[in-house]
């Protein structure tokens, strides 16, 4: 069994918050893997299902962000889940906005719903850093996380979350570098060859882009063309 725990405030007032990207990750989970409907528990939203062969649990603290630790010592404790099994998802100020990356263990960073579950279970679990991009100076960080996402995030948010819900069987089965490309597949997809530059053709002065017009065919018959290559 495994659980997954997005971090995020509780209620309307803060649902689009940069915040609250952890909640939303969850919520994508849920939605595109048919898990069970949300309901309270464990101080918090709690709901279940499948991802491939493996039962998860996911969790939503209501606590708000800085007594997150009390809601998932919670349901760690009532089901028995150590914590090699058990995946945080929560917003990065120092990953780039729409960036993703995964770590296992370490410290808190400052980040208080972190530092509340280290208060209660240790610092040796999993975490989904989602980046949100920083302000560029700290005293602008408090305003900057409980802002909305602005439509100029709307892009790289849906890609990122696309990916999530995409990826979260891989990350259930413990295979974190599939998880890691699916997610990437969505936020940086290959270019496609249509869009790369056409080469210069032979024909093609310097100076000159070239263009199907310039891409002329040889109007020699074979013998002259046999006969040119030995001059």
């Given at each position: ?42 101080q918090g939203q709690f709901c279940e299902g499948k991802l491939g ?38 917003d990065e100020l120092d990953l780039a906005p729409g960036k ?132």
């Amino acid at each position: 069994m495994k659980l997954f725990v997005g971090l995020g405030n509780p209620g309307a007032k803060y649902a689009q918050n940069r915040h609250n990207i952890g909640f939303m990750a969850l919520d994508r989970i849920a939605e595109d893997h048919g898990f069970s409907p949300w309901r309270n528990k464990f101080q918090g939203q709690f709901c279940e299902g499948k991802l491939g062969d493996s039962k998860v649990l996911l969790l939503k603290p209501t606590t708000f962000m800085n007594l997150s630790g009390q809601s998932v010592g919670e349901a760690t404790r009532f089901h028995k889940i150590h914590l090699d099994q058990f995946t945080v998802f929560h917003d990065e100020l120092d990953l780039a906005p729409g960036k993703m990356r995964l770590k296992q263990g370490g410290g808190h960073a400052g980040h208080n719903g972190l530092r509340s579950i280290h208060a209660h279970l240790g610092a040796d679990y999993a975490r989904v850093r989602l980046g949100i991009g920083h302000p560029g100076h700290k005293d602008a960080v408090a305003g900057f996380v409980l802002r909305d996402f602005t439509k100029v995030d709307q892009d790289w948010l849906a890609a990122l979350l696309n990916g999530i819900g995409i990826g979260a069987v891989h990350l259930a089965a413990g295979d974190r570098s599939k998880f890691m490309n699916a997610v990437a597949l969505q936020t940086a997809p290959p270019r496609s060859s249509k869009s790369l530059k056409p080469k210069l053709s032979p024909q093609a002065k310097p100076g000159f882009a070239s263009s199907p017009a310039l891409d002329t065919e040889d109007e020699r018959n074979p013998m002259r063309r046999l006969l040119d290559r030995f001059k």
